[in-house]
């Protein structure tokens, strides 16, 4: 498995270099920014990432989260704060239950992390699998960036070191982004003939929440395909009772 921290927009150079130092700490190297408004070569993010320099040096500088994602077979989300039932992009698991689901996958996952001053808008947590949100207290529940890419790659250096080697090894392939991706497609297109619900808003969120439901189940490759057959088949016979019925 492996785990790519990005970072979108980051805002201040101190913590850029923590950031790259708490990487260094739990064994984790990728380091992506998205659009940052400071430099990773900036002298005082250097000297806060400590002996953890070079991943500040080999960070890869994209302009979008999209172009981020190339590659990615897993994309998860950190938000400040949980929403609502009817905003699914904001409907987030806990750090420790992300970490233990994390270890049945075997492909490349995306951690993002917003700006310092906003977050993840709702346009961006869309492109993502599932979020994660680390419990704080209501006095103040928005924690420092760097704080919070800690604690999640604690929690995922935590659950490695209680599996073996075998264990870690010894799973069924995940299913890819691109897999899941044409699933979620073809349950659109079924909805679309289907003509459900009439509201076309609606539709969309009923296709956004299967999304979220493949993405937080880490579903096999071999489960996902079986999405496809029944799906197809029955998107094509309701096309040809629409026909004949025309």
């Given at each position: 498995?492996?785990?790519?921290?990005?970072?979108?927009?980051?805002?201040?150079?101190?913590?850029?270099?923590?950031?790259?130092?708490?990487?260094?700490?739990?064994?984790?190297?990728?380091?992506?920014?998205?659009?940052?408004?400071?430099?990773?070569?900036?002298?005082?993010?250097?000297?806060?990432?400590?002996?953890?320099?070079?991943?500040?040096?080999?960070?890869?500088?994209?302009?979008?989260?999209?172009?981020?994602?190339?590659?990615?077979?897993?994309?998860?989300?950190?938000?400040?704060?949980?929403?609502?039932?009817?905003?699914?992009?904001?409907?987030?698991?806990?750090?420790?239950?992300?970490?233990?689901?994390?270890?049945?996958?075997?492909?490349?996952?995306?951690?993002?992390?917003?700006?310092?001053?906003r977050?993840?808008?709702?346009?961006?947590?869309?492109?993502?699998?599932?979020?994660?949100?680390?419990?704080?207290?209501?006095?103040?529940?928005?924690m420092?960036?760097?704080?919070?890419?800690?604690?999640?790659?604690?929690?995922?250096?935590?659950?490695?070191?209680?599996?073996?080697?075998?264990?870690?090894?010894?799973?069924?392939r995940?299913?890819?982004?691109?897999?899941?991706?044409?699933?979620?497609?073809?349950?659109?297109r079924?909805l679309?003939?289907?003509?459900?619900?009439?509201?076309?808003?609606?539709?969309?969120?009923?296709?956004?929440?299967?999304?979220?439901?493949?993405?937080?189940?880490f579903?096999?490759?071999?489960?996902?395909?079986?999405?496809?057959?029944?799906?197809?088949?029955?998107?094509?016979?309701?096309?040809?009772?629409?026909?004949?019925?025309?």
């Open positions: 498995m492996e785990i790519k921290v990005i970072l979108v927009e980051p805002e201040y150079t101190i913590n850029l270099g923590a950031i790259a130092r708490v990487m260094k700490n739990f064994g984790v190297k990728d380091l992506i920014l998205v659009n940052p408004k400071v430099s990773p070569n900036n002298e005082i993010a250097r000297k806060f990432a400590v002996h953890a320099v070079e991943i500040l040096e080999n960070a890869q500088i994209v302009e979008t989260l999209e172009e981020a994602l190339n590659g990615t077979d897993l994309a998860i989300g950190t938000s400040g704060l949980a929403g609502e039932d009817y905003i699914p992009e904001r409907t987030p698991i806990n750090p420790e239950e992300f970490a233990k689901r994390l270890f049945l996958y075997d492909g490349s996952v995306g951690i993002v992390f917003g700006r310092e001053s977050g993840l808008d709702n346009k961006e947590l869309k492109m993502l699998d599932f979020t994660v949100t680390i419990p704080t207290s209501q006095e103040y529940p928005v420092n960036l760097s704080h919070a890419v800690g604690i999640i790659l604690y929690e995922i250096y935590k659950q490695r070191l209680k599996l073996s080697p075998p264990e870690i090894k010894d799973k069924l995940k299913s890819t982004r691109d897999e899941r991706e044409r699933a979620v497609n073809l349950w659109a079924f679309d003939v289907l003509q459900y619900p009439k509201d076309l808003e609606k539709r969309k969120f009923y296709v956004l929440m299967f999304k979220r439901f493949l993405g937080r189940g579903i096999y490759a071999k489960e996902v395909h079986s999405i496809y057959g029944p799906l197809r088949k029955a998107t094509e016979i309701l096309e040809r009772c629409k026909n004949d019925n025309d």
